[in-house]
């Protein structure tokens, strides 16, 4: 039971960046594409960055009763996939929800005045009853 702890808990904690993700549409809901190809990318870097680290003998994996002991390559155990995809995910999420606080405050710093019509990312500005919208 307690061999699979680390690796659910990168899951649901990917799970929960997913639904965070959707709900203000900041990377994978935003641009499908761009965010899968800017996160496989990270994998990509990252996963050369670990495999020259176990060639040089610089890395070895650790043995913890949490860890499914499932291993991709010599040094190389599934978790370390996962956690690397998590990484890469979450710093998409921050920087998706960092540039939406900006969004809500301007980009002077200032707090938008009481009544802004001030959108969600990625969504439409809010109409009057007139019918014409409304916008910075």
């Given at each position: 039971?307690?061999?699979?702890?680390?690796?659910?808990?990168?899951?649901?904690s990917?799970?929960?960046?997913?639904?965070?993700?959707?709900?203000?549409?900041?990377?994978?809901?935003?641009?499908?594409?761009?965010?899968?190809?800017?996160?496989?990318?990270g994998?990509?870097f990252?996963?050369?960055?670990?495999?020259?680290?176990?060639?040089?003998?610089?890395?070895?994996?650790?043995?913890?009763?949490?860890?499914?002991g499932?291993?991709?390559?010599?040094?190389?155990?599934?978790?370390?996939?996962?956690?690397?995809?998590?990484?890469?995910?979450?710093?998409?999420?921050?920087?998706?929800?960092?540039?939406l606080?900006?969004?809500?405050?301007?980009?002077?710093?200032?707090?938008?005045?009481?009544?802004?019509t001030?959108?969600?990312?990625?969504q439409?500005?809010?109409?009057?009853?007139?019918?014409?919208?409304?916008?910075?």
């Amino acid at each position: 039971m307690t061999a699979f702890l680390y690796l659910a808990a990168l899951l649901v904690s990917t799970g929960c960046m997913a639904l965070l993700d959707h709900r203000f549409r900041l990377v994978l809901w935003r641009a499908p594409r761009a965010g899968m190809i800017t996160v496989a990318l990270g994998i990509v870097f990252f996963l050369a960055w670990d495999l020259a680290a176990i060639a040089s003998e610089h890395y070895a994996a650790g043995q913890s009763a949490g860890m499914t002991g499932i291993m991709l390559a010599p040094e190389l155990p599934l978790e370390e996939i996962i956690f690397i995809t998590f990484l890469c995910y979450l710093t998409l999420v921050l920087r998706g929800l960092f540039v939406l606080a900006l969004g809500r405050t301007g980009h002077d710093g200032a707090t938008p005045a009481a009544g802004s019509t001030v959108p969600d990312a990625g969504q439409r500005s809010p109409r009057p009853a007139s019918g014409r919208e409304v916008g910075p």
